[in-house]
């Protein structure tokens, strides 16, 4: 079955460029000026999205993320908020994949069953679920992949050729490889090492391969194109929403468009 | 899920490290070989005898085992009732039980190679464990602790500091127990190569709550031998007080199997289960948090909400997985206690016992002055006294109103 994620990456394979995907936080720092951000994201450049699901333990990610994610819940964010956001999204785009990239407990407690359906009927096209390794595959990636939902799956350095067939077992739509070892948007990633990475999971993978944390310019995503098939860009867009709000920490009218310029940069490099 | 009564309580956790649904190993993929690792070094050193007597030997001459299974008499003739044992793990070094379940993983570090020691500490007795045992064994140490937590335990701050950890205030979310837990994680994560995490309970994703249960049920095994020495037969009765759980499940495990011996856990009801506290089981909903599926305090959005304790060892929001199995499978009952309570019994206990304990198994002595006085006298009672009270002082003062 084809999804929105399989034809992305078929079309720009024909344009024969790399995809830029970019991620944000569902609900940062409020529900309507998050909906325009995302709203003007492919336009700016992004070719696909990643939703954050805030969570309020978010164990994988640095400060710039869990400030983000802390800025969505203090307005009321919620799993069912995001899933509306998408539903919203989908009105006027329903060509760029939306991947909704979080926690398990707020899915779990939703009840998965019951998540996977409303997700579907939002128009999400894949999950990422930063603390489901595949030792808990049954819990929810099997699950997703039988309800037609991409389950994309984290690969890591420490992901050694032992491991990756039991990584990439149960996977679909791409692989996300982190290129650092460490928490999201704190060291920038090592070029030779990733081209390195990137070369010998592909022994182990059809899937497209993007690479991501760290990565804040368009000359780091030009190199890393160069050998991967996408680029993820994340706690740079986040913190240009931090940087776009006034003292009391509400968006401003520039908090849109300070995101969609960075995004908008950064595609220059996947581009060139 | 079917309750039905298995042939034993003491098998668990399963290859998956799961306890019925609770346990297992919600991790990033970046820990998760590091995670497979771990289980396998502690698989070996748990089957070699040389690991066992070397442990045993520190418990012995550094830690101070075994802790004496001691006769509460003015405390049993106050409350009329049940005859009430103390287990003195707060005559241990460093002044609780944390140190039991320390020197086992940092044997098991060295067995390792690793030469850098992280851990995430609450009231700061496990950050005091750990850093004495990084400092007898030469390793570097780093102490992850809630800044809110810092400021209300600062003579534990200091002890590290002396012992020569560096200690990390946690500034993330709520600045206690789960945040310091949150940025220990991160540090592993950023760290895999040369770190060895030491969790402080029994939480976290397996192997821990297996590993840190095994380390701490010295407690139980001792006090068996010791009730059967004094009393002739097993005790009717064991109380113990629950953050994460890991001085109760020591306690417990050796116990579980023995149906006439009835095991109660107390959680901490802070300002009363209808307000802020930090009783999971009685408060809570399973969930997923820090590496495993168990009881936690949360939200219908599956947001993590902060718990409340007099005691900054109980202030957590979730309890070990074997807790929640235990709870689910009615082997052991939970109750709760409120910082009041706590409170009284912390002072009853140092007017009739002199003992100041800490406010952790007050808390559990709190139920213990509930219960005992409606039972037998011939019932015997072991409460854990898992912790002593010097570092509380200065928040006892100041809810008593006495400045120091």
Redesign the interface.
């Known amino acids: 079955m084809s999804t929105r994620i399989d034809r992305r990456f078929a079309e720009l394979k024909a344009q024969g460029r790399a995809a830029l995907v970019t991620f944000v936080t569902a609900g940062d720092p409020d529900y309507d000026t998050s909906l325009k951000i995302i709203k003007g994201l492919p336009k700016a450049g992004a070719d696909i999205i990643e939703l954050g699901v805030p969570f309020t333990d978010p164990m994988a990610d640095g400060p710039v993320i869990q400030a983000g994610g802390l800025r969505a819940l203090a307005n009321g964010q919620t799993l069912k908020k995001t899933l509306k956001m998408v539903k919203e999204f989908r009105v006027s785009d329903d060509a760029t994949p939306i991947v909704l990239m979080g926690y398990y407990n707020p899915i779990y407690v939703y009840g998965v069953d019951r998540f996977l359906v409303d997700a579907n009927k939002a128009g999400a096209d894949g999950l990422i679920v930063v603390d489901l390794p595949p030792e808990e595959d049954d819990e929810l990636c099997l699950p997703s992949m039988k309800a037609g939902m991409n389950f994309i799956r984290l690969a890591t350095p420490t992901t050694d050729d032992e491991r990756a067939p039991k990584v990439f077992e149960n996977t679909s739509g791409f692989v996300y490889y982190v290129s650092v070892l460490g928490i999201t948007g704190s060291k920038a990633p090592d070029l030779k090492s990733v081209k390195a990475n990137v070369n010998r999971l592909r022994k182990h993978t059809a899937l497209p391969i993007c690479v991501g944390f760290g990565v804040k310019t368009a000359e780091q995503a030009r190199m890393i194109t160069k050998d991967a098939d996408g680029v993820v860009v994340g706690s740079a867009l986040v913190s240009a929403v931090a940087n776009s709000l006034n003292k009391q920490g509400k968006a401003t009218a520039k908090t849109p468009s300070a995101v969609h310029k960075l995004v908008a940069e950064i595609a220059k490099g996947v581009r060139s | 899920m079917t309750n039905t009564v298995p042939n034993s309580y003491r098998t668990g956790p399963d290859e ?1 490290g799961l306890f019925g649904i609770y346990g ?11 995670i497979l690792q771990l289980e396998q070094a502690y698989k070996d050193a748990k089957a070699d005898p040389s690991f066992q007597a070397e442990l045993d030997d520190f418990l012995e001459h550094y830690v101070s085992r075994p802790s004496p299974l001691y006769f509460a008499e003015r405390l049993t003739e106050h409350l009329g009732g049940a005859k009430i044992y103390l287990k003195r793990d707060e005559l241990n070094h460093t002044g609780a039980h944390k140190i039991n379940n320390v020197m086992g993983q940092i044997l098991l570090a060295r067995r390792m190679g690793k030469k850098r020691i992280i851990a995430e500490t609450g009231a700061g007795q496990h950050g005091v464990a750990t850093a004495t045992a990084c400092a007898r064994f030469g390793l570097e140490c780093i102490i992850y602790m809630g800044e809110v937590d810092i400021a209300r335990q600062m003579p534990n701050v200091f002890r590290m500091k002396l012992l020569g950890a560096t200690v990390v205030p946690a500034k ?2 709520s600045r206690t127990l ?2 310091a837990l ?1 940025e220990a ?2 540090d592993w ?4 190569e040369d770190t060895f995490y030491c969790i402080g309970t029994v939480a976290g994703p397996a192997p821990y709550p297996e590993m840190v249960r095994d380390f701490q049920s010295v407690i139980g095994r001792e006090t068996r031998e010791q009730m059967l020495k004094r009393e002739g037969r097993l005790p009717d009765s064991l109380v113990a007080a629950i953050g994460g759980g890991s001085n109760a499940m020591g306690l417990f495990h050796p116990f579980l199997d023995d149906k006439d011996v009835k095991i109660i856990g107390v959680e901490a009801a802070g300002y009363g289960l209808k307000k802020k506290h930090a009783a999971s089981i009685a408060g809570g ?1 399973p ?5 495993n ?1 168990t009881y ?1 305090l ?1 939200d ?5 909400t902060e718990g409340h304790s007099i005691s900054a060892g109980l202030d957590y929001p979730g309890i070990g997985p074997e807790h929640a199995w235990l709870h689910d499978m009615k082997r052991v009952e939970y109750v709760s206690a409120t910082d009041k309570e706590a409170l009284e019994a912390f002072q009853l206990c140092c007017k009739l016992e002199g003992i100041i304990p800490a406010l952790e198994p007050s808390h559990a002595l709190a139920h213990v002055m509930k219960i005992a006085p409606k039972l037998p006298k011939d019932h015997l009672m072991v409460m854990n006294m898992c912790g002593r009270g010097d570092k509380d002082i200065f928040t006892v003062a100041d809810i008593l109103g006495v400045k120091l």
């Open positions: 998956r297992g190993r919600f991790v990033a993929e970046t820990l998760m070989p590091l993330s979310g789960k945040d949150n994680l991160r994560v950023a760290n895999v909903k969930g997923i948090l820090h590496g599926r936690l949360m219908d959005d599956g947001q993590i």
